[in-house]
């Protein structure tokens, strides 16, 4: 049964690695929700969060294809009840639309969204949530004019975890416990 995954790569930062992995998805048909690239918690070491529905088999098959590559430290999968995530949603609106509608304000309040530019044509507002929570503040904004909107990828981190610097730590000690 199909679910919703978030991948996690740690990787050198290599030319052409994203290309590799993007094509290790397209080649067995798998569709990416989701992509985030960014430095991590250990300089020198940047974080892939990807986001698939696939079944478990066929994810758990991509991430040992992925750890192949060798600009990759490790790659896990996880399930949304594993990791606490978060995506940023910006909103642009006519000013004198907000202006007038007092309850647009109250809305805003009510989702967590706050104004980052305000100019005389435009109003730009900012909201973090999953998904669902960014697209009904999206439907709630449209009647009022809405002129343009962009989601952010998924950035995620484990509950259960004490960072990739430890497992990086453990990874080395068994490295070292297999060349004995």
Same mark, same amino acid.
């Given at each position: 049964?199909?679910?919703?995954?978030?991948?996690?790569?740690?990787?050198?930062?290599?030319?052409?690695?994203?290309?590799?992995?993007?094509?290790?998805? @397209?080649?067995?048909?798998?569709?990416?929700?989701?992509?985030?690239?960014?430095?991590?918690?250990?300089?020198?070491?940047?974080?892939?969060?990807?986001?698939?529905?696939?079944?478990?088999?066929?994810?758990?098959?991509?991430? @040992?294809?992925?750890?192949?590559?060798?600009?990759?430290?490790?790659?896990?999968?996880?399930?949304?009840?594993?990791?606490?995530?978060?995506?940023?949603?910006?909103?642009?609106?006519?000013?004198?639309?907000?202006?007038? $509608?007092?309850?647009?304000?109250?809305?805003?309040?009510?989702?967590?969204?706050?104004?980052?530019?305000?100019?005389?044509?435009?109003?730009?507002?900012?909201?973090?949530?999953?998904?669902?929570?960014?697209?009904?503040?999206?439907?709630?904004?449209?009647?009022?004019?809405?002129?343009?909107?962009?989601?952010?990828?998924?950035?995620?981190?484990?509950?259960?975890?004490?960072?990739?610097?430890? $497992?990086?730590?453990?990874?080395?000690?068994?490295?070292?416990?297999?060349?004995?």
């Amino acid at each position: 049964m199909k679910a919703e995954y978030t991948i996690t790569v740690y990787t050198e930062n290599h030319i052409g690695l994203l290309n590799r992995i993007a094509i290790m998805f @397209s080649r067995r048909k798998i569709n990416i929700e989701s992509l985030n690239t960014s430095p991590s918690e250990v300089n020198g070491i940047h974080r892939f969060t990807i986001v698939v529905n696939e079944t478990e088999e066929v994810v758990r098959k991509i991430v @040992s294809q992925i750890e192949k590559q060798v600009e990759v430290l490790k790659a896990f999968y996880n399930t949304d009840n594993e990791i606490v995530w978060q995506e940023l949603a910006l909103y642009k609106v006519p000013t004198d639309e907000i202006a007038e $509608k007092v309850k647009v304000e109250r809305l805003l309040r009510e989702y967590g969204a706050r104004a980052v530019v305000i100019r005389k044509d435009y109003t730009i507002f900012e909201a973090t949530g999953h998904r669902e929570e960014t697209e009904k503040l999206l439907e709630v904004l449209a009647p009022y004019g809405l002129i343009e909107f962009v989601r952010s990828a998924r950035v995620a981190i484990l509950k259960a975890s004490s960072g990739f610097h430890d $497992k990086l730590m453990e990874l080395e000690m068994e490295a070292n416990i297999e060349s004995i």
